[in-house]
């Protein structure tokens, strides 16, 4: 069964540093997004990225996050200056368009960030 | 608001009955969902109302939906150690992307 993957499980960065998180949809799907869950706390939506652009942000996805879907596999966020609060697992989920009124979303294992 | 609450801890004997709680406080949703997140897994769909429906069932699951009070509920019948998982409930607009998600209620099985 397809599955959304995402690398890696645990990062670990010093807080300044920047930080990839990479994932890889399902591969006949066009909705991508990023989630994060900070520990204790709610899953968050971050953004979500349809047709080569950002369709939807949080107030949480300032000018230190982006997006990008470099190649035809990849989806990845980006974390230019980390800070001690963007520890979290960030989640990565992506969707099929399709008629009709369900349009799941389908996510991957997350990737623990931990930012020291 | 965007607000979706649900307790935390829930400890229930196998074979028993589960009832997982939630209540939102946008009654303009569409569609509520019922995730399930095993340890080291992804957040996997469970099952799903829409607002218009009171009640789902499949299999063992069973979705309640109070519109006036907006509640949601989660019976698991017949409850298995498999079973053992953080359970969150969502909401989501009809036209918009995101998901909204409650904190997560954490079920533990005893024998």
């Known amino acids: 069964e397809p599955e959304v993957t995402q690398t890696p499980s645990h990062q670990v960065t010093q807080m300044g540093q920047e930080v990839i998180l990479r994932c890889v949809p399902i591969?006949?799907?066009?909705?991508f997004y990023w989630y994060r869950q900070i520990l204790g706390q709610k899953v968050e939506f971050l953004v979500s990225f349809y047709n080569n652009e950002i369709s939807e942000k949080s107030e949480i996805f300032d000018d230190q996050f982006s997006v990008e879907r470099p190649d035809g596999s990849n989806f990845t966020l980006k974390i230019r200056s980390t800070k001690l609060e963007d520890s979290a697992m960030y989640f990565c989920a992506s969707s099929s368009p399709r008629r009709g009124l369900l349009d799941e979303q389908f996510f991957g294992p997350g990737t623990r960030l931990t930012v020291l | 608001g965007e607000d979706v609450e649900q307790s935390l801890f829930l400890s229930v004997r196998e074979g028993d009955s589960s009832v997982i709680n939630c209540t939102y406080t946008?009654?303009?949703?569409?569609?509520l969902y019922w995730y399930k997140q095993e340890p080291g897994a992804g957040l996997q769909l469970l099952t799903y109302i829409f607002s218009n429906m009171d009640m789902k069932q499949d299999q063992r699951l069973t979705v309640l939906l109070n519109k006036k009070d907006k509640h949601l509920s989660l019976r698991i019948a017949d409850t298995q150690t498999g079973d053992s998982a953080i359970y969150f409930c969502a909401r989501r607009y009809s036209s918009a992307s995101k998901i909204i998600f409650g904190s997560g209620t954490r079920l533990s099985i005893r024998p």
């Open positions: 946008d009654s303009s949703s569409t569609y």
């Open positions: 591969s006949n799907h066009l909705y």
